[in-house]
């Protein structure tokens, strides 16, 4: 049926589109980092939430849904491949590069 795009978190589903799609029953997943991206999967649609970029996609109709789990997974993989390097701890190698500064003053 069709796939719509929500430039911001503001920019929402229609009162139309949410009374059509989004009722009922519903099941929530989380992909990406700190589970940041959520996919609330419904009877005949997906609205996937992206809380990183505040981006929305609604995607309506039985094709288009199947596509929704597809999308979550690569926004998840392109913001974990984006994050800084979260490893705080350094190798000897690394520290003994430092000591070879010229600024370095040791003492």
Do not use: C, W
Not at 9 to 21: F, G
């Amino acid at each position: 049926m069709g796939v719509f795009r929500y430039a911001d978190k503001y920019a929402a589903p229609t009162k139309e589109q949410r009374e059509r799609y989004l009722t009922g029953k519903s099941e929530e997943h989380h992909f990406g980092p700190d589970g940041r991206i959520v996919l609330i999967e419904y009877h005949e649609a997906a609205y996937l939430k992206d809380e990183i970029d505040d981006v929305r996609i609604l995607f309506t109709g039985f094709k288009d849904k199947l596509k929704a789990r597809d999308v979550a997974k690569q926004l998840a993989g392109h913001h974990e491949r984006k994050a800084p390097n979260k490893n705080l701890f350094r190798t000897g190698q690394q520290a003994h590069g430092d000591s070879d500064r010229k600024d370095h003053n040791p003492g």
